[in-house]
Protein backbone atom coordinates (compact mmCIF):
# COMPACT_ATOMS: atom_id res chain seq x y z
CA UNK A 1 0.00 0.00 0.00
CA UNK A 2 2.99 2.11 0.09
CA UNK A 3 2.79 2.73 -3.59
CA UNK A 4 3.00 6.35 -5.05
CA UNK A 5 -0.24 5.81 -6.58
CA UNK A 6 -1.85 4.87 -3.00
CA UNK A 7 -2.65 8.60 -2.16
CA UNK A 8 -4.47 9.09 -5.24
CA UNK A 9 -6.67 6.32 -4.85
CA UNK A 10 -9.11 8.62 -2.40
CA UNK A 11 -9.77 10.71 -5.53
CA UNK A 12 -11.05 7.88 -8.11
CA UNK A 13 -14.13 9.01 -9.23
CA UNK A 14 -16.35 5.56 -8.52
CA UNK A 15 -14.82 5.87 -4.82
CA UNK A 16 -16.03 9.29 -4.61
CA UNK A 17 -19.81 8.33 -5.68
CA UNK A 18 -19.40 5.24 -3.37
CA UNK A 19 -18.78 7.52 -0.34
CA UNK A 20 -21.60 10.06 -1.58
CA UNK A 21 -24.22 7.02 -1.59
CA UNK A 22 -22.83 5.74 2.09
CA UNK A 23 -23.32 9.74 3.36
CA UNK A 24 -27.63 9.15 1.61
CA UNK A 25 -27.39 5.89 2.88
CA UNK A 26 -27.03 6.58 6.38
CA UNK A 27 -28.27 10.24 6.32
CA UNK A 28 -24.73 11.95 7.31
CA UNK A 29 -24.11 15.38 6.92
CA UNK A 30 -20.30 15.72 6.40
CA UNK A 31 -17.64 13.24 5.65
CA UNK A 32 -13.99 14.39 6.28
CA UNK A 33 -11.29 11.37 5.28
CA UNK A 34 -7.85 11.63 5.10
CA UNK A 35 -5.36 9.29 3.39
CA UNK A 36 -1.34 10.13 3.41
CA UNK A 37 -1.00 13.89 3.06
CA UNK A 38 -3.89 13.94 1.14
CA UNK A 39 -8.15 14.99 2.37
CA UNK A 40 -11.80 14.99 0.91
CA UNK A 41 -14.14 16.59 2.65
CA UNK A 42 -17.57 16.14 1.28
CA UNK A 43 -20.24 18.30 3.04
CA UNK A 44 -23.95 18.05 2.31
CA UNK A 45 -25.76 21.55 0.95
CA UNK A 46 -29.62 22.69 0.54
CA UNK A 47 -30.12 23.02 -3.01
CA UNK A 48 -31.94 26.57 -3.20
CA UNK A 49 -33.30 25.42 -6.98
CA UNK A 50 -35.07 21.58 -6.13
CA UNK A 51 -36.00 22.80 -2.47
CA UNK A 52 -34.98 20.60 0.29
CA UNK A 53 -33.24 18.08 -1.69
CA UNK A 54 -29.35 17.66 -0.56
CA UNK A 55 -26.69 18.31 -2.67
CA UNK A 56 -23.10 17.27 -1.98
CA UNK A 57 -20.60 19.29 -2.45
CA UNK A 58 -17.28 17.83 -2.04
CA UNK A 59 -13.94 19.48 -1.10
CA UNK A 60 -10.95 18.00 -2.36
CA UNK A 61 -8.15 19.85 -0.23
CA UNK A 62 -4.22 18.98 0.30
CA UNK A 63 -3.17 19.10 3.68
CA UNK A 64 0.45 18.85 2.69
CA UNK A 65 2.56 19.48 0.51
CA UNK A 66 2.60 16.87 -2.61
CA UNK A 67 5.04 14.50 -2.37
CA UNK A 68 7.53 15.87 -5.24
CA UNK A 69 11.46 15.79 -6.44
CA UNK A 70 12.17 19.77 -5.75
CA UNK A 71 10.53 21.38 -2.66
CA UNK A 72 7.41 22.55 -4.19
CA UNK A 73 3.96 24.22 -2.62
CA UNK A 74 0.88 21.92 -2.65
CA UNK A 75 -0.82 22.90 -6.48
CA UNK A 76 -3.55 24.86 -4.84
CA UNK A 77 -0.86 26.89 -3.13
CA UNK A 78 -0.66 30.25 -3.90
CA UNK A 79 3.11 31.21 -5.54
CA UNK A 80 4.89 34.55 -5.16
CA UNK A 81 4.80 36.74 -8.15
CA UNK A 82 7.51 40.12 -8.86
CA UNK A 83 6.24 41.78 -5.75
CA UNK A 84 7.66 39.70 -2.78
CA UNK A 85 4.26 41.20 -1.02
CA UNK A 86 2.36 39.95 -3.53
CA UNK A 87 1.06 36.25 -4.30
CA UNK A 88 -1.12 34.36 -7.39
CA UNK A 89 -3.56 31.98 -6.27
CA UNK A 90 -3.84 29.28 -8.62
CA UNK A 91 -6.01 26.83 -9.61
CA UNK A 92 -5.94 23.02 -7.93
CA UNK A 93 -6.80 21.33 -10.91
CA UNK A 94 -8.72 21.60 -14.78
CA UNK A 95 -12.71 22.48 -14.84
CA UNK A 96 -15.08 25.50 -14.60
CA UNK A 97 -14.43 28.15 -12.57
CA UNK A 98 -17.29 29.82 -10.83
CA UNK A 99 -17.05 33.11 -8.58
CA UNK A 100 -20.26 32.65 -6.43
CA UNK A 101 -22.31 29.75 -5.22
CA UNK A 102 -24.95 30.56 -7.58
CA UNK A 103 -25.91 32.72 -10.24
CA UNK A 104 -28.03 34.81 -8.06
CA UNK A 105 -25.57 35.49 -5.48
CA UNK A 106 -22.50 38.01 -4.12
CA UNK A 107 -19.31 36.84 -5.67
CA UNK A 108 -17.15 35.16 -2.61
CA UNK A 109 -14.63 38.01 -3.00
CA UNK A 110 -14.32 40.52 -5.15
CA UNK A 111 -10.89 42.77 -5.47
CA UNK A 112 -10.10 44.92 -2.22
CA UNK A 113 -11.65 42.33 -0.01
CA UNK A 114 -8.99 41.06 2.97
CA UNK A 115 -8.90 36.91 3.00
CA UNK A 116 -8.05 34.91 5.63
CA UNK A 117 -6.36 31.37 4.95
CA UNK A 118 -9.53 29.45 5.19
CA UNK A 119 -11.40 31.64 3.28
CA UNK A 120 -13.36 30.57 0.35
CA UNK A 121 -12.51 32.16 -2.91
CA UNK A 122 -14.36 30.38 -5.56
CA UNK A 123 -15.73 26.96 -6.65
CA UNK A 124 -14.11 24.77 -9.59
CA UNK A 125 -16.68 22.48 -11.00
CA UNK A 126 -15.07 19.17 -11.99
CA UNK A 127 -17.44 16.28 -13.63
CA UNK A 128 -20.06 17.54 -11.94
CA UNK A 129 -18.95 18.03 -8.62
CA UNK A 130 -18.56 21.61 -7.01
CA UNK A 131 -14.79 22.23 -5.23
CA UNK A 132 -14.77 25.30 -2.74
CA UNK A 133 -11.16 26.21 -2.90
CA UNK A 134 -9.39 28.06 -0.36
CA UNK A 135 -6.78 30.79 -0.21
CA UNK A 136 -4.50 29.08 1.55
CA UNK A 137 -3.04 32.68 2.17
CA UNK A 138 -3.93 35.95 4.17
CA UNK A 139 -3.81 39.28 2.64
CA UNK A 140 -5.81 41.04 0.23
CA UNK A 141 -7.50 40.54 -3.13
CA UNK A 142 -6.02 42.93 -6.01
CA UNK A 143 -7.07 41.50 -8.81
CA UNK A 144 -9.43 38.65 -10.37
CA UNK A 145 -7.79 36.66 -13.32
CA UNK A 146 -10.51 34.53 -14.15
CA UNK A 147 -13.68 34.98 -15.83
CA UNK A 148 -17.04 33.30 -14.33
CA UNK A 149 -17.85 30.23 -16.15
CA UNK A 150 -14.92 29.67 -18.06
CA UNK A 151 -12.85 26.91 -18.31
CA UNK A 152 -9.88 26.85 -16.48
CA UNK A 153 -6.65 24.60 -16.56
CA UNK A 154 -4.61 22.90 -13.71
CA UNK A 155 -1.85 25.73 -12.31
CA UNK A 156 -3.59 28.55 -13.97
CA UNK A 157 -3.91 31.83 -12.56
CA UNK A 158 -7.12 32.57 -10.29
CA UNK A 159 -6.56 35.55 -8.13
CA UNK A 160 -3.38 38.32 -7.51
CA UNK A 161 -3.03 38.82 -3.57
CA UNK A 162 -1.12 41.63 -1.52
CA UNK A 163 0.04 39.51 1.44
CA UNK A 164 1.77 42.38 3.44
Known amino acids: MGSPSSTQDVFDVRKIRRLIELMNDHNLQEMDLRQGDMRIQLRRASDPVAGSLPQM ?13 APAAPPAAAEPVEDPNTTIIKSPMVGTFYAAPDPDSAP ?7 IGRDTVICIVEAMKVFNEIQAEVAGMITAVLAENGEP ?3 GQPLFRVKTA
Open 108 to 114: YVKVGDP
Open 152 to 154: VEF
Open 57 to 69: QPVLAPTAPAVAP
